[in-house]
T-cell receptor, first 111, second 114 residues
Framework: GENVEQHPSTLSVQEGDSAVIKCTYSDSASNYFPWYKQELGKRPQLIIDIRSNVGEKKDQRIAVTLNKTAKHFSLHITETQPEDSAVYFCAASKGAQKLVFGQGTRLTINP | ETGVTQSPTHLIKTRGQQVTLRCSSQSGHNTVSWYQQALGQGPQFIFQYYREEENGRGNFPPRFSGLQFPNYSSELNVNALELDDSALYLC?????????????FGPGTRLTVT
C-alpha cells in the first residue's frame, strides 16, 4: 500500500524567512497531493493541493512542487509570519479515495 | 470553516464499552471518510462510505464499523473499546465523481478511553 514519509518533523525559522517541508510517496498510482495545516485542537485545513499532471502550483506565499519521477513533493512557504506556526501534513491519494498522511512537521516561526 | 459537523465534541468512555460517533457531511457531498488521529501523529484512514456502502478500509479491526445514511451522514461505531482507541476521530466529506478530490474535514470528536 501507499506510504508517505515527511521531513523534517520539526522546523524552526525566523519570521520573514522561508520554510520548506518535503514528502516522498511510494505508490506511483497516486495522483493527488494535498497539504494540510492543523492548529492545536483544530481540524486539518487544506492550504494547497496539486495533481499529478502539474509540476508546480502557487498561491500567494505558499507553493507546492511535485516530481513524479522521484515521487516526492514539497511545500514552500515564503515570508513566514507568526500565524504560520502550526503542524503541517502532506498526504497522497488516488483521486478521491483514502488519504495517506505523512507524520507531520511542527513549524515554529520565531519573531 | 467547512460545512462538516461532528458530534459529540468530546467523549470519555471506559475500556470495554461501545461508542458511536456521528458526522454530517457538507451539502452536496456523497462520500464520507473516517480517520483516527492519535496524539502527535498524522490521521490514519479507517474507512470510506459512498452511497451507503463501504468503499475501502484501512488497517483497523472489525470492531470498528460504520454506516452511511441516505442523506449521506455517517456513523462510526467502535466496540470493546481499548485504551489505544483514545484519539481524535475525524470525518471528511467529499464529492465522488466531481471535479475536485478535496476532502473537507469536520472538527473531530476527541475520545478518551480510561
Amino acid at each position: 500500500g501507499e506510504n508517505v514519509e515527511q521531513h523534517p518533523s520539526t522546523l524552526s525559522v525566523q519570521e520573514g524567512d522561508s520554510a520548506v517541508i518535503k514528502c516522498t510517496y511510494s505508490d506511483s498510482a497516486s495522483n493527488y497531493f494535498p497539504w494540510y495545516k492543523q492548529e492545536l485542537g483544530k481540524r486539518p485545513q487544506l492550504i494547497i493541493d496539486i495533481r499529478s499532471n502539474v509540476g508546480e502550483k502557487k498561491d500567494q506565499r505558499i507553493a507546492v512542487t511535485l516530481n513524479k519521477t522521484a515521487k516526492h513533493f514539497s511545500l514552500h512557504i515564503t515570508e513566514t509570519q507568526p500565524e504560520d506556526s502550526a503542524v503541517y501534513f502532506c498526504a497522497a491519494s488516488k483521486g478521491a479515495q483514502k488519504l495517506v498522511f505523512g507524520q507531520g512537521t511542527r513549524l515554529t516561526i520565531n519573531p | 470553516e467547512t460545512g462538516v459537523t461532528q458530534s459529540p465534541t468530546h467523549l470519555i468512555k471506559t475500556r470495554g464499552q461501545q461508542v458511536t460517533l456521528r458526522c454530517s457531511s457538507q451539502s452536496g457531498h456523497n462520500t464520507v471518510s473516517w480517520y483516527q488521529q492519535a496524539l502527535g501523529q498524522g490521521p490514519q484512514f479507517i474507512f470510506q462510505y459512498y452511497r451507503e456502502e463501504e468503499n475501502g478500509r484501512g488497517n483497523f479491526p472489525p470492531r470498528f464499523s460504520g454506516l452511511q445514511f441516505p442523506n449521506y451522514s455517517s456513523e462510526l461505531n467502535v466496540n470493546a473499546l481499548e485504551l489505544d482507541d483514545s484519539a481524535l476521530y475525524l470525518c471528511a466529506s467529499s464529492l465522488r465523481g466531481g471535479p475536485s478530490y478535496e476532502q473537507y474535514f469536520g472538527p473531530g470528536t476527541r475520545l478518551t478511553v480510561t
